[in-house]
């Protein structure tokens, strides 16, 4: 049954750019127009913090996995990230990186990776942000000790992705399903993966990033664990005629196939298919004419609902048929194992401005 939700009144003093709840879908953070970032408690629907790092609209927030710690990443025009650290119930900035374009997308990898964030900028470029593990030490540690996410190097990998901007990226998942049956792909490479041939896990998936930008393409992007390099593995055939807004690379629990999903100003969504590791990709299902503009996109937690939200402030639920294809979901839906109990996980939420006049790069969120 459908679960009434009440308003919160966030107190900003601008419009909400994005909203992201944590691992546990216990506390909320929203970024602003005005600068700032605000976290809630959801439970007692109590204010926690305010953080001011920004000097310019933030446009976008994302926690980091809990095995290290409560750890939030902000984001926004001003071209920079930031990354704050909690604790005993006080936030504190522990790193920032400026940027040349303002910085319109963020997330952080799956944990098996270690602590890193991808960024998306209006000039094009994606960086990569990760906290050096050129030491010993667990997660735990990371999370239980906060000097040392201080004391630790920190470095950026940055490679050019779209013409315009890049507006959306989502990361792909640490393991395939073969490899979760029986051993690493045989280009995982030899050290495992994560930044400089380290990770948390041995035998990972070589780390992969899907990207959408300004000049209506959707890309995805392979690190080289020889070359410790970025670079793009493969290039979609266009199938929408404006910008991308977001891209979303559904969860792998167990499935031989990879799916991404991607959606446009042009109010169109489409679901991009691949087999198995190493198949070609194939548009297995596009969805057309829903008179409005497609800005956001969450996967529930097993991958087996979408939810897209629109400009018409609606939220539509898409679940995948028994030919493969993909049919919009009315009303309540059975949910899958770990999905919550509407079917669909916690959806994020970005701003993006209802007007259709066409801005700059700088001037989108």
């Not at 960024?119 to 000097?147: K, N």
């Not at 793009?232 to 055939?237: A, D, G, K, M, N």
């Not at 009303?331 to 700059?360: C, H, I, K, N, W």
């Amino acid at each position: 049954m459908a679960q009434s939700v009440s308003p919160l009144d966030t107190a900003h003093q601008g419009p909400i750019h994005a909203a992201e709840l944590d691992h546990f879908g216990r506390r909320l953070a929203t970024a602003s127009a005005d600068n700032s970032v605000r976290v809630w408690d959801l439970e007692t629907r109590c204010f926690l913090a305010e953080l001011q790092g920004h000097k310019g609209s933030v446009w976008a927030v994302a926690w980091s996995h809990p095995c290290f710690g409560p750890i939030l990443a902000s984001a926004g025009e001003d071209g920079c990230v930031v990354f704050w650290r909690e604790a005993e119930s006080e936030w504190r900035e522990v790193h920032r990186v400026e940027l040349q374009g303002a910085v319109l997308s963020a997330a952080f990898s799956p944990w098996e990776y270690g602590l890193q964030l991808a960024a998306a900028c209006s000039d094009g470029q994606v960086t990569v942000v990760s906290l050096r593990r050129d030491q010993a030490g667990s997660a735990d540690e990371l999370g239980e000790d906060f000097q040392l996410i201080e004391s630790r190097g920190w470095c950026d990998e940055r490679f050019h992705a779209h013409g315009g901007g890049v507006f959306a990226l989502s990361w792909g998942p640490a393991a395939s399903s073969s490899q979760a049956i029986g051993g690493a792909p045989a280009d995982a490479g030899a050290g495992g993966t994560g930044w400089g041939g380290v990770g948390l896990v041995a035998g990972l998936w070589p780390r992969h990033l899907v990207t959408g930008g300004a000049d209506h393409q959707v890309r995805i992007f392979r690190h080289d664990e020889m070359t410790d390099e970025w670079a793009e593995q493969h290039h979609f055939i266009s199938e929408h005629g404006d910008w991308i807004r977001d891209v979303a690379w559904r969860p792998n629990v167990g499935m031989p196939s990879n799916t991404i999903a991607s959606c446009s100003e042009d109010g169109t969504i489409v679901f991009w298919t691949q087999t198995m590791a190493g198949q070609p990709w194939i548009r297995k299902a596009k969805v057309e004419n829903l008179n409005a503009a497609v800005w956001q996109l969450s996967w529930s937690a097993t991958g087996s609902i979408l939810a897209a939200s629109t400009s018409a402030n609606e939220v539509l639920l898409y679940k995948e048929t028994i030919d493969g294809g993909w049919e919009r979901v009315d009303g309540p839906v059975e949910p899958g194992v770990g999905d919550s109990p509407t079917g669909v996980g916690a959806v994020s939420t970005r701003g993006y401005p209802s007007s259709p006049t066409r801005r700059t790069s700088r001037e989108i969120g």
